[in-house]
């Protein structure tokens, strides 16, 4: 059993920043799993955010966030990070952690938490 929470949600202003967490623990050897990031606003689809390889390098990320949003992990904390600048009020969404392949479908990930609400004020 593989558990994932996620952490670090919350209000911000436009221009503001957060940083959420997403810690694993349970029968996974996590450097062994990519880490992607999705996220979900009211009445849209899940949609790929960005992923971490097991190794922490390289990272992917979908184009409406790259140079604002950042992708890191620790290995040894079983920990893996998005860091959020910039924020827009199309940022608002509820954001999950996943485990699994390197993708951006959810299909493709085995594991997943259970999520973290970000709403980002204009």
């Known amino acids: 059993q593989v558990q994932l929470v996620e952490s670090g949600g919350g209000l911000v202003q436009a221009g503001g920043s957060l940083r959420l967490s997403c810690a694993a623990s349970?029968?996974?050897?996590?450097?062994?799993?990519?880490m992607g990031w999705f996220r979900q606003a009211p009445g849209k689809e899940r949609e790929f955010v960005g992923v971490?390889?097991?190794?922490?390098?390289?990272?992917y990320y979908v184009d409406s966030v790259k140079g604002r949003f950042l992708i890191s992990r620790d290995n040894a904390k079983n920990t893996v990070t998005l860091q959020m600048n910039s924020l827009k009020p199309e940022d608002t969404a509820v954001y999950y952690c996943?485990?699994?392949?390197?993708?951006?479908?959810?299909?493709?990930?085995?594991?997943w938490g259970q999520g973290t609400q970000v709403t980002v004020s204009s």
């Open positions: 996943a485990a699994g392949g390197w993708d951006t479908s959810i299909d493709r990930y085995n594991y």
């Open positions: 971490i390889s097991g190794s922490g390098s390289p990272t």
């Open positions: 349970g029968r996974i050897t996590f450097s062994s799993y990519n």
